[in-house]
């Protein structure tokens, strides 16, 4: 074989293994792509950070609204949800912040009833007493919380964070059963189910103990 012909061979191999090197670098940078993603936030992911933050927020103005002249047991399961949930509306609002999604949600809710905002457009505006959320307190059940003392603060907030406990619990359920919703988000809400139905447990039985019952649904 001549020196040219070898020149020419080795020019087609060059350009064969560049050829390949490219498809094996577009290859590469898809899979790349793909992966990055996958860890992209779902509308799952963020109206459920979103709405349950704004709902832990509201149990954690409801306990810090008890007033102190209550017995220490009611006391000291008011403190834990302080601290519970607020570390955990801190978690929620650093993926949101990371993500550079809005903290809360022009459409509360959507993400846990999809098509009925798509039928029906955005959700109207409500009065100031109506729930946005499950077992959400109205402006009425706050003011009533902050003017009770002794056992009717008790029973009064025992009530209300029970009904909004188990308001968590069924936004917590959606998204731990949702398929769209990411490995982190369904570990924190399965998290949350446990620790909350443990808390109505135990307010529950203080409830009976002061001759008292559970609110119905709101």
């Known amino acids: 074989m001549t020196r040219r012909a070898m020149t020419a061979v080795c020019a087609v191999g060059v350009a064969v293994l560049l050829v390949i090197a490219g498809l094996l670098a577009g290859?590469?940078?898809e899979n790349h792509r793909a992966?990055?993603?996958s860890h992209e936030p779902r509308p799952v992911d963020v109206g459920f950070a979103q709405d349950m933050s704004v709902h832990h927020d509201q149990a954690i103005l409801m306990a810090q609204t008890l007033a102190r002249d209550v017995a220490p047991e009611v006391r000291g399961l008011a403190d834990r949800i302080v601290?519970?949930?607020t570390a955990e509306a801190a978690t929620m609002r650093g993926w949101l912040d990371w993500f550079g999604e809005p903290l809360t949600s022009s459409e509360p809710m959507s993400w846990m009833h999809p098509s009925?905002?798509?039928?029906h457009g955005p959700t109207p505006q409500v009065d100031d007493n109506t729930p946005p959320m499950p077992g959400f307190a109205s402006s009425d059940d706050l003011a009533r919380l902050a003017s009770a003392h002794?056992?009717?603060?008790?029973v009064w907030f025992l009530q209300l964070m029970i009904r909004h406990?188990?308001?968590g619990v069924e936004m917590a359920t959606a998204a731990q059963n949702s398929d769209e919703a990411s490995g982190a988000t369904r570990r924190l809400a399965l998290a949350m189910i446990t620790e909350q139905g443990d808390e109505i447990g135990q307010m529950t039985l203080m409830l009976k103990a002061r001759d008292a019952e559970p609110l119905p649904p709101a």
């Open 27 to 29: 290859v590469a940078w």
């Open 35 to 37: 992966e990055a993603r």
């Open 150 to 154: 002794g056992v009717d603060a008790e």
């Open 165 to 167: 406990h188990e308001g």
């Open 116 to 119: 009925e905002h798509d039928d």
């Open 83 to 85: 601290a519970t949930q």
